[in-house]
T-cell receptor, first 113, second 111 residues
């Protein structure tokens, strides 16, 4: 079974802090994704990576950056956290050259106070 | 560009009732479609998928969906729901290597 793990289930940070969310997958998938999930808005893509050191902006990249130094690991960075970034963050991975299903991690609920 | 829309944001049913959740997609060439489910406190997981072939697709836990090209629809159905089907359901369409998700339908099953 594909396993996608995220570093924290719950995280509380203060406004202005730099926040790192880590995601690791164990199935050698080329593609990795970061979404945020908000009630009534569904899943919105923040960033997408299709290879090591390669990234592409999603629908809502403002205020976020990403890093992919190794194939299995994809990090989401909030350079200066703000209260409107309080949300559930989901990581996913998939094979490339789709359409392949994506496999999701358990999510990180981030609260910025 | 392909997109999906889900008609119902919140559905409440009693156990044993029949379920149908609506999903419409916008046309964009070859059509592939997914339904994902997120049970309370659990990760998002694939319920079923349509890539080609038989338009009636069977998924896990007794769910099925029918692809109707003339109606641009891919509605999710279950003949008799259980309390354990309480979850949020997302219709989704692949776009290149990405997936576009609908806004989701929260389903509450009353025991």
């Amino acid at each position: 079974d594909v396993k996608v793990t995220q570093s924290s289930r719950y995280l509380v940070k203060r406004t202005g802090e730099k926040v790192f969310l880590e995601c690791v997958q164990d199935m050698d998938h080329e593609n990795m994704f970061w979404y945020r999930q908000d009630p009534g808005l569904g899943l919105r893509l923040i960033y997408f990576s299709y290879d090591v050191k390669m990234k592409e902006k999603g629908d809502i990249p403002e205020g976020y950056s990403v890093s992919r130094e190794k194939k299995e690991r994809f990090s989401l960075i909030l350079e200066s956290a703000s209260t409107n970034q309080t949300s559930m963050y989901l990581c996913a991975s998939s094979l490339s050259s789709g359409p392949y299903e994506q496999y999701f991690g358990p999510g990180t609920r981030l609260t910025v106070t | 560009a392909q997109s999906v829309s889900q008609h119902n944001h919140h559905v409440i049913l009693s156990e044993a009732a029949s379920l149908e959740l609506g999903c419409n997609y916008s046309y964009g060439g070859t059509v592939n479609l997914f339904w994902y489910v997120q049970y309370p406190g659990q990760h998002l997981q694939l319920l079923l998928k349509y890539f080609s072939g038989d338009p009636l697709v069977k998924g896990i836990k007794g769910f099925e969906a029918e692809f109707i090209k003339s109606k641009f629809s891919f509605n999710l159905r279950k003949p008799s729901v259980q309390w354990s089907d309480t979850a949020e359901y997302f219709c989704a369409v692949p776009r290149s290597d990405k997936i576009i998700f609908g806004k989701g339908t929260r389903l509450h099953i009353l025991p």
